[in-house]
């Protein structure tokens, strides 16, 4: 086997209010509290969603402060000028 593969394990599905639950043995345990998932196939893909990608707002407003922070001052063009529309004339 390869770096990232892993033995195949049995996980149990449960079933209550309509909802599907699997639960995972430990030894594959996912960080995070939320996954993305999708079919490739009848295969049934899990793939975690990265803490820290900003989702609001205020988490763009935090992230580039933290920019500004380690640059000492405002990032560089962080407020462009709307797009211009040209016309070429084609």
């Not at 770096?3 to 309509?18: H, S, T």
């Not at 295969?43 to 000492?72: F, H, S």
């Amino acid at each position: 086997m390869g770096k990232l593969e892993i033995a195949p394990l049995r996980a149990e599905i449960f079933v209550q209010d309509g909802r599907q639950t699997i639960r995972l043995p430990e030894s594959i345990h996912m960080e995070g509290s939320e996954v993305v998932v999708r079919r490739d196939g009848d295969k049934l893909i899990l793939e975690p969603v990265a803490a820290d990608v900003p989702r609001t707002q205020a988490d763009l407003d935090a992230m580039w402060a933290r920019i500004d922070a380690l640059l000492g001052g405002a990032f560089p063009d962080r407020d462009q000028p709307p797009a211009q529309e040209r016309d070429f004339g084609w």
